[in-house]
């Protein structure tokens, strides 16, 4: 249900900033500041927020976790 939710979430945040004129994101910083020790090879996704793509949010996912 999560994963459905933050799918909604990103399609709607896709729309609205095609919609409103998107910045080139290949001009986007793309480094990491500081990073922890990994268990497994990281992947990595970058949200950006805003119609200048100020707000960003680095995701990574290091390994696969299920919690019940």
């Known amino acids: 249900m999560l994963r459905v939710r933050l799918s909604l979430a990103l399609a709607a945040a896709c729309v609205t900033a095609s919609a409103a004129g998107a910045v080139d994101l290949s001009k986007i910083e793309r480094t990491i500041s500081k990073e922890p020790a990994y268990k497994n090879k990281p992947k990595y996704c ?23």
């Open 46 to 68: 970058l949200l950006a927020f805003g119609e200048q793509a100020k707000t960003r949010v680095w995701l990574v996912q290091d390994g696969d976790v299920r919690q019940r």
